[in-house]
């Protein structure tokens, strides 16, 4: 069974920073494509990052690109996703994701989602 399992939001200022984790369990985490995709309150799902099998290949939404950086550990099965310079329009709950392919997405499309965690930008 896939699990995904997301940490590390909270409530922040304007400008500051946070690090999100995912830890996935029940596939070889280390051969597949991950993504992170959020939805705001009221807004559908939107794409934030997808990162390559292997680590060596990201894409950013242009939103959050030069803010934020995917990033994952295989031998911990653990996907993360740096968040600095926030701004009050990142508030969301946040989705570690994969479709257990290749494909590169860049879309929020991934087969199967985490139960999120929310990230909350607030003065």
């Known amino acids: 069974e896939v699990q995904l399992v997301e940490s590390g939001g909270d409530s922040v200022q304007p400008g500051g920073s946070l690090e999100l984790s995912c830890v996935a369990s029940?596939?070889?985490?280390?051969?597949?494509?991950m993504g992170w995709v959020r939805q705001a309150p009221g807004k559908g799902l939107e794409w934030v990052s997808t990162i390559a099998a292997g680590g060596e290949v990201a894409k950013y939404a242009d939103s959050v690109k030069g803010r934020f950086t995917i990033s994952r550990d295989d031998a911990k099965s653990t996907l993360y996703l740096r968040l600095t310079n926030l701004k009050p329009e990142d508030t969301a709950m946040y989705f570690c994701a994969t479709s257990l392919s290749a494909y590169f997405i860049t879309s929020p499309d991934f087969y199967y989602r985490g139960q999120g965690t929310q990230v909350t930008v607030s003065s």
């Open positions: 029940g596939f070889t985490f280390s051969i597949y494509v």
